[in-house]
């Protein structure tokens, strides 16, 4: 049974470092959250490890940077695991050919297609029109305001040239402020509706949680499952994710699903157990908001 908490110093004691998504737990695509990032302060300041494991297209670089402009202080974590440097480097290694068709915001995106020290050998990647692509990556809509399904007609093609889409990022819809959008995530979920393939580098899947143990290995830890706990708002990312690698998860219930759990501070009890119910799942604490 999901426990709910005040805070994580309540349990923080019981775990050598943490999984930590960034969107609706740190930040809010706007701005940091003060009580999310003085906890994290204080986690660390008492021995903790701080990964943040974000499903974001950037590479770490780029969400290191983004952290900066929201005001989240580099003390706040130890390292960066994102599903943009899981997806890169399945890209760099070729799995969906070398001339692909790029979706997304180049502005945002560009540094997808940075050069990658990881994989030797690295297929050189070609950005075409999809009537000259291998495949298609990902890294989110065109219009994130836009109902996926106006892509239908290009993936009908797509899918019957079996071209495989590259998903960087597996998150369904994400909160920017008050505004909700889509993610890339939507997008591989109606391509593999449609009969597609789409292959997923971010939460809930394997490669990123990958990504995370070698974040740690690099900074000369070897924690066991049972000493990590992954935070996240996402019940089917996050918690998802961390109940497939088999480690302890905090639901923050006020982000994506602050009005099924009816989050005023922190859930309602009832709401909360109807949700979860809904969704079965059964993350091992919640709590309103990271504090």
């Not at 004691?13 to 999310?36: I, K, M, Q, S």
């Amino acid at each position: 049974m999901t426990r709910i908490i005040q805070s994580l110093s309540e349990i923080s004691r019981n775990y050598d470092a943490l999984y930590v998504d960034l969107w609706g737990c740190v930040h809010n695509g706007v701005t940091a959250f003060p009580e999310a990032v003085a906890a994290l302060q204080t986690y660390r300041a008492q021995g903790g490890i701080v990964i943040l494991v974000t499903n974001s297209p950037k590479p770490r670089a780029g969400v290191e940077a983004q952290m900066g402009q929201f005001g989240v202080p580099a003390d706040a974590y130890d390292a960066i695991a994102t599903s943009g440097d899981s997806a890169r480097t399945a890209m760099y290694r070729g799995a969906v050919g070398e001339k692909v068709y790029f979706m997304g915001e180049w502005a945002r995106d560009a540094g997808f297609f940075d050069p990658i020290s990881v994989v030797e050998a690295p297929v050189e990647i070609t950005r075409v029109p999809l009537q000259e692509a291998e495949g298609i990556v990902c890294c989110g809509p065109f219009d994130p305001m836009a109902d996926p399904d106006v892509n239908r007609a290009d993936f009908l093609y797509a899918k019957q040239k079996e071209m495989k889409l590259l998903c960087a990022n597996p998150d369904l819809v994400v909160d920017r402020g008050e505004t909700r959008e889509w993610c890339a995530g939507a997008l591989a979920r109606l391509y593999t509706e449609m009969g597609g393939e789409s292959l997923y580098f971010g939460k809930p899947y394997p490669p990123i949680y990958d990504l995370a143990r070698r974040r740690l290995t690099a900074l000369g830890k070897n924690i066991g499952e049972s000493a990590i706990l992954a935070i996240g708002d996402g019940i089917a990312t996050d918690v998802a994710g961390a109940m497939g690698e088999d480690i302890d998860s905090l639901f923050i219930s006020g982000g994506l699903a602050a009005a099924e759990t009816k989050t005023n501070g922190q859930p309602d009890p009832k709401a909360l157990s109807t949700y979860l119910e809904k969704e079965m799942s059964s993350p091992t604490f919640a709590m309103g908001h990271l504090r």
